[in-house]
């Protein structure tokens, strides 16, 4: 048996690295917080347009979180189960937009929805604008956001061994049956860890909501309006309100299926 104080060093080494990184987490969370602890929180979540923005963030990426779930755990299953033509392809689509600057973002989702396009002409002039309206919010927030989901869902199905799958349907269920009471529970932790990585990636979207959506604003499109015209203690108001938003969906899923065992 290694003697302990021979394996001491190798704990050390993570150890120290891990604190590194966890430090430069929390010290600029902290700094932030110490540099503008004297501004009125309270009143400048009293603004009409803070609070809008708000409420349209608290409105749209719960309905793009929704989309994506719905969507997109189909499309893991189907991922992570099967095998077919152009498999690698459709898992390249699926990455894209996680390695594209969201600005880019915003101009691919443009060159599709904007109003001089087909598709965007069409929408606005049935009355449903998909561009600088709420449904455009959405569009932006679930082309970014919905990647995550796909991916955390997939990881979670491949973690789901195909024999218990196999059993089921030997004693009669069917394929839908046996996706939802064999697969989905069993990757339930990864699911909900897909969840909310899109909400909080949701939420927090700036650069593709701003090319699509200018207005109505969200938070964080807010923020920088703020920051950009009265300076850093304007935005703490709104910035906390993002922060506890977030901090209560984690803290609220952790809650209802438990600490995902990987993401």
Same mark, same amino acid.
């Given at each position: ?105 915003? $101009? ?41 989901? &796909? ?56 650069? $593709? ?6 207005? =109505? ?10 920051? &950009? ?5 304007? &935005?703490? =108001?709104?910035? &906390? ?23």
């Amino acid at each position: 048996m290694e003697p302990v104080r021979d394996r001491v060093p190798v704990v050390l080494v993570p150890v120290l690295l891990g604190g590194v990184l966890l430090l430069y987490f929390v010290v600029p969370l902290a700094a932030f917080f110490l540099q503008t602890g004297t501004v009125d929180v309270i009143g400048g979540l009293g603004d009409p347009v803070t609070r809008d923005a708000i409420a349209t963030s608290l409105l749209t990426a719960p309905v793009a979180t929704a989309i994506s779930t719905v969507f997109g755990v189909p499309l893991a299953y189907v991922l992570s189960r099967f095998s077919f033509r152009g498999k690698r392809l459709v898992l390249a689509a699926v990455l894209v937009p996680l390695v594209l600057p969201p600005v880019v973002g915003g $101009a691919v989702l443009l060159s599709v929805l904007g109003q001089f396009t087909p598709i965007g002409a069409a929408a606005a002039d049935a009355g449903v604008p998909l561009t600088d309206s709420r449904l455009g919010i959405v569009l932006a927030q679930t082309f970014v956001a919905a990647p995550f989901l &796909v991916i955390t869902a997939k990881a979670g199905f491949d973690d789901v061994d195909p024999r218990l799958e196999e059993a089921a349907r030997t004693m009669g269920y069917g394929p839908i049956a046996t996706v939802r009471r064999v697969s989905l529970p069993l990757a339930r932790n990864a699911i909900a860890a897909g969840i909310v990585l899109t909400f909080v990636r949701a939420i927090g979207e700036f650069g $593709a909501t701003m090319m699509v959506a200018y207005n =109505p604003r969200t938070m964080p499109t807010r923020i920088w309006v703020a920051f &950009v015209s009265r300076g850093l203690e304007a &935005v703490v =108001p709104i910035v &906390v309100a993002l922060l506890v938003i977030t901090i209560l969906v984690v803290v609220a899923v952790q809650l209802l299926v438990g600490t995902p065992k990987r993401f």
